[in-house]
């Protein structure tokens, strides 16, 4: 692959020369979302595309050992909230996010979804992540209980559940589980009985109302954290 030229076009070739203003001789990495990076610079560009110059051999960077599966209901979020959890989900480290349809939340629509890749790959090229977050097909409430039994580790964010800091303190190390999250309005009480019973643990966020994106949010980062010390303490 070394002295390889790769011609780049389309939306690329646009965020390369319109936004990051690179121009000729500029060192740039490529990457393809599973791992593989290459280093390289730019040979020339023209109206309708730029080459890029490999200088090195393809290398794999293997994915980080954390594995933490986000489900949240958020179909019905309003105003770009849906665009905010998913990008901010790929530039914590989640590696993946799937939506939930509850009796709350019950739909998604396939326009949204393929919005939602879009802001995925969008984050992964701004947060430098080399593996590309796992964006999932909307799964049924049915669908989840599965997963929660065979999950080492479910956290389900609830209102007025024991503090997810007190619950980690006595839970066994793990570097990977499901956060689950559920819609504006919450999962119905029913819902909530059915998931503890497939094996999650519920936890709570602090004495505020959350809205779904925020939830998601705090609980995420705080795993995230949370892994990184574990593996600190390890090394």
Do not use: Y
């Not at 933490?68 to 665009?83: C, E, N, Q």
């Not at 209102?159 to 066994?172: D, F, G, I, K, M």
């Not at 998931?195 to 609980?219: C, D, F, K, S, W």
């Amino acid at each position: 692959m070394q002295g390889c030229v790769i011609r780049i076009i389309g939306d690329e070739f646009f965020h390369m020369a319109k936004v990051l203003r690179l121009t000729t001789n500029d060192r740039v990495e490529l990457f393809n979302g599973k791992g593989r990076l290459v280093e390289g610079c730019i040979q020339g560009i023209d109206r309708t595309g730029l080459d890029f110059l490999a200088l090195e051999d393809p290398r794999l960077v293997l994915p980080q050992s954390t594995k933490w599966h986000v489900i949240a209901a958020f179909g019905t979020l309003k105003g770009g909230r849906a665009d905010w959890l998913v990008e901010k989900c790929t530039e914590l480290g989640a590696h993946s996010v799937t939506p939930l349809l509850s009796e709350r939340s019950p739909s998604i629509s396939e326009n949204r979804v393929d919005r939602l890749r879009r802001v995925v790959l969008a984050a992964t090229k701004q947060s430098q992540r080399l593996h590309e977050m796992i964006l999932n097909p909307p799964i049924k409430f049915d669908a989840l209980l599965p997963l929660v039994a065979q999950s080492n580790l479910s956290l389900l964010a609830t209102a007025e559940a024991t503090p997810v800091l007190s619950v980690l303190a006595s839970t066994r190390k793990e570097s990977s589980g499901l956060i689950i999250v559920g819609p504006e309005g919450d999962f119905t009480e029913k819902e909530v009985n059915m998931i503890v019973e497939a094996g999650a643990t519920a936890v709570g966020l602090g004495p505020h109302r959350l809205r779904v994106e925020t939830a998601t949010m705090a609980l995420l980062a705080t795993l995230m954290l949370w892994s990184d010390s574990q593996q600190l303490s390890n090394s």
